[in-house]
Every structure is written in C-alpha cells, then in structure tokens.
T-cell receptor, first 110, second 112 residues
Framework: DTEVTQTPKHLVMGMTNKKSLKCEQH?????MYWYKQKAKKPPELMFV???????INESVPSRFSPECPNSSLLNLHLHALQPEDSALYLCASYSEETQYFGPGTRLLVL | QQPVQSPQAVILREGEDAVINCSSSKALYSVHWYRQKHGEAPVFLMILLKGGEQKGHEKISASFNEKKQQSSLYLTASQLSYSGTYFCGTERDGYNTDKLIFGTGTRLQVFP
C-alpha cells in the first residue's frame, strides 16, 4: 500500500471557524509533511514531523497548528484563518528515497 | 533560495523531446523531480543523490551536476500523458527531504 490519504477533499470555512485536516499513511514512513500550494505556484513547506516529533516549522502563523498523534496520522488544526489562506493543502510522507503526496484538501476561507 | 527552472513553459508535439533545467545558487545535497497534473497532487518521479548521477525510467531521465549546482530532466519521445507542471525539489541540508524547496516550475503541454 503506497497511498497517503487526506480528508476532507474540499473544505469551506469562515474566518471564525475551527476545522481540522487529516492525513494518514500506513507505509511505516518516519517523516510526514504539510505543504501549502497556491494556484500556479510550487508547494511551500509548512511543517515536518520526524518520528512523530515536529522537526521543522517554516515560520507558519499560529492559526495553523499541526499534530501527530501517532506514526500513521497527521492533523492540521485551523483556527481564525484569513481569506489568503485559501489554497491546496498537501500532506506527504517519505521513505527510501521516495516521497508520496496525498491528493490534498482544497480549502476556501470566506 | 528557491531553485530556478527553465524554461518556464514548453509546448511539444507528441514524439518530440524536451529538456527542463533546475539551477540553484546554493550547494545541493540532492535533487528531486515531480510532475503535477492540473487539479492533482505532485507525483514523485525520481531523486538524484550524487553529483554526476544519472537516472531514468522509460523515456524520462535526469542528471545532476553537483559542481554547477544544477539538474536537468530529459523527456524523450513525449507522450500526451507527459503534460503537466514539472517541479524540481532541492534539499540543502543533510538527511532525506527534511527541508525540501521546490523550484519555480515548468509547464509542459504535449499536443497530438
């Protein structure tokens, strides 16, 4: 099984809402990532978890809060987002010189 | 710090070849290549770990010139399925992809 799954596929939220994005992989990969991608732009790294510990935070605003409950699961908690946070949020995992991306969650903040 | 890719866009007929370049101003540890189709997630193509390394599968191959801090992706006898945006990803520090920076992207369109 070489799949990374993400839920939900689409999310619309208001600026006062609290929501969470979920990412799951059952490949035993030790590293998991959150990326943000705007239209026609490359993915931008947000967070990296290595062995369930946050190893990289690319100066992401605190309204984004990552969580890694176990080695298979990665969450991104969203609170008080701004319209400019609307984007495709991608999760990825890495092992043995291969990176696997999930299908992404397309987020719209109104 | 972001790697620069050239060209920005390529238009091909089926069967034609293309080369996409990725250049960095910083020393590189490795180079990754991805293809992303519209509305989909990036798909990993390959990773090059050593300067001078060349890799390939089917008609897509890549090289990594560590001294020049650049990599090239070669698409041979292009197919319609090759259409998409190609990104290189460069990693400047140590182990695996713990800090992967994506290049500016090259949009490739293949027509019948």
């Amino acid at each position: 099984d070489t799949e990374v799954t993400q839920t939900p596929k689409h999310l619309v939220m208001g600026m006062t809402n609290k929501k969470s994005l979920k990412c799951e992989q059952h490949m035993g990969h030790r590293a998991m990532y959150w990326y943000k991608q705007k239209a026609k732009k490359p993915p931008e790294l947000m967070f990296v978890y290595s062995y369930e510990k946050l190893s990289i935070n690319e100066s992401v605003p605190s309204r984004f809060s990552p969580e890694c409950p176990n080695s298979s699961l990665l969450n991104l908690h969203l609170h008080a987002l701004q319209p400019e946070d609307s984007a495709l949020y991608l999760c990825a995992s890495y092992s043995e010189e291969t990176q696997y991306f999930g299908p992404g969650t397309r987020l719209l903040v109104l | 710090q972001q790697p620069v890719q050239s060209p920005q866009a390529v238009i091909l007929r089926e069967g034609e070849d293309a080369v996409i370049n990725c250049s960095s101003s910083k020393a590189l540890y490795s180079v990754h290549w991805y293809r992303q189709k519209h509305g989909e997630a990036p798909v990993f193509l390959m990773i090059l770990l050593k300067g001078g390394e060349q890799k390939g599968h089917e008609k897509i191959s890549a090289s990594f010139n560590e001294k020049k801090q650049q990599s090239s992706l070669y698409l041979t006898a292009s197919q319609l399925s090759y259409s998409g945006t190609y990104f290189c990803g460069t990693e400047r520090d140590g182990y695996n992809t713990d800090k992967l920076i994506f290049g500016t992207g090259t949009r490739l369109q293949v027509f019948p």
